[in-house]
């Protein structure tokens, strides 16, 4: 029965990694609509079977109020975009002179009420509030009701944590005192506002939290305080929301920066969890991205499992769908399934111009392809395709404080433009996506063709 279970799932999940089903941290995604998913500093609500996601639109590349977005979905990968959550109101703390960031939806059972608690502030970020507002039905629209600071101090960055007790106790948790000590504050039986403080992490300088409980013991991750630019996010655990809290511990390894993303949220799933950041980009903050990535559990202590192309496998077929993943074998007791690519080493390509080899130990095989661009070149020949759309994930390192961008053409084709983020140190390799048509067998990428500007080095490629 279980060898026929497992081939079944096995079965399932071969199918449900078709192109139209995989998350690609990174690249641009794209509703149900094919606009781009303006929904950042994610919150997740799971009402039934449909998965809500609200966000902040940035699409008019301004950090003042736009929209809280709703997107609703069944699967996490294909989104529909709904009416708009949340809207401004002139003269109040939700104009569009103001922040409304970090939206995030609870359920209150007990008044049938879906409620928001977001970032509230002045376009200077002076103002350091919280804000709520209430609807009827998940995606609302809702309704504002005040602003405020929480037992009179500051809350900038936000997320709410709703317990499995049988009052549903939820939590404010939020950076607080100018960003230097984190609280977590209980709420009301309403979720309208605040009464204790639970727990207080003094002088922790954290932000962008998220809090999951797992077996019993509560996991808060959180970012430090870097403005828009990435740092090592944190986990710490504790048996009670008041503590005490274990000493912080990295969700990755510490020179990526958590991929260069900051926390959002943390969507418990199966026995794991799903990691959803943001890399933001300051100077066109619409075309920030999106990085999730599994959130794995099976150390005993969540880790960002990093996937170039992944698939979460809702089980389907219940009555009540839950999200319980399906497995893959072999790695069994997983509740996600990345892809496998196939690999072609930088330096094995033919360089043209002034491109030339760069050797450390940080890179694959030893060694990386740098000066491209400006007139360097590098041409990866015999690149294996199957006449369909691939994605192609290319590593690099850009020692930048800047970020630098490297242009792809397949095959002659026209010229792609990818962004290459910078990576916080020459020899730290991070990878970007970009999807591509290949022809059935070999296949010609050239890399850093026409552009005046120099790419970042580029390692590897590798090809889903
Ligand atoms: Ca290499």
């Known amino acids: 029965m279980l060898r026929l279970l497992s081939s079944l799932l096995l079965l399932f999940t071969t199918c ?216 090592p996010n944190k986990w710490f655990s504790a048996t009670s929301l008041s503590g005490p809290w274990s000493s912080q511990a990295d969700i990755a390894p510490e020179p990526v920066r958590t991929y260069f993303s900051q926390n959002a949220y943390d969507l418990p799933l199966g026995s794991n969890a799903i990691y959803m950041g943001d890399r933001w980009r300051p100077d066109l903050l619409g075309s920030s991205r999106y990085i999730w990535y599994p959130l794995d559990f099976s150390s005993g202590s969540p880790t960002l499992v990093h996937a170039d192309v992944w698939s979460v496998n809702l089980q389907a077929g219940k009555p009540q769908p839950v999200p319980v993943l399906v497995l893959q074998l072999p790695g069994f007791g997983r509740t996600y399934s990345a892809a496998s690519g196939t690999t072609y080493e930088a330096e094995s390509g033919t360089l043209g111009g002034s491109a030339t080899l760069a050797s450390d130990s940080s890179f694959s095989g030893g060694r990386a392809v740098g000066y491209l661009g400006h007139g360097g070149t590098v041409t990866l020949n015999n690149v294996q395709g199957n006449g369909q759309k691939h994605w192609i994930s290319l590593y690099y390192a850009n020692g930048d404080s800047t970020w630098r961008n490297v242009t792809v053409s397949v095959n002659n084709g026209p010229s792609i433009l990818v962004d290459q983020p910078d990576t916080g140190g020459g020899h730290v390799i991070l990878s970007v996506p970009v999807q591509v048509t290949l022809n059935n067998g070999a296949n010609s990428i050239v890399f850093g063709a026409g552009q005046t500007n120099y790419a970042a080095d580029l390692d590897k490629i590798v090809v889903y």
């Open 16 to 231: 449900a990694s078709a192109q139209n089903n995989v998350i690609v941290p990174g690249a641009t995604w794209t509703d149900t609509s094919g606009n781009a998913i303006q929904a950042h500093g994610a919150g997740i609500l799971k009402v039934g079977s449909t998965f809500y996601w609200f966000g902040e639109d940035k699409s008019h590349n301004s950090a003042l109020f736009k929209a809280v977005s709703c997107y609703t979905s069944s699967d996490l990968v294909n989104w529909s975009r709904q009416n708009d959550a949340l809207s401004p109101i002139a003269n109040t703390m939700i104009s569009t002179s103001n922040i409304v960031e970090r939206p995030k939806v609870i359920f209150n059972q007990k008044n049938s009420e879906y409620v928001m608690w977001f970032h509230s502030d002045s376009s200077n970020y002076g103002a350091a509030m919280v804000g709520v507002a209430t609807a009827k039905s998940p995606c609302g629209p809702y309704t504002y009701k005040s602003s405020f600071k929480p037992l009179g101090a500051d809350s900038r960055d936000e997320g709410l944590f709703q317990d499995d007790d049988s009052a549903q106790t939820a939590y404010l948790l939020y950076a607080s005192d100018n960003n230097q000590n984190f609280k977590i504050t209980k709420l009301d039986a309403n979720y309208y506002n605040v009464t204790t403080l639970a727990s207080q992490l003094s002088a922790s300088t954290l932000e962008s939290p998220g809090v999951i409980k797992r077996n019993g013991k509560y996991y808060l991750i959180a970012s430090h305080t870097s403005g828009w630019a990435p740092n």
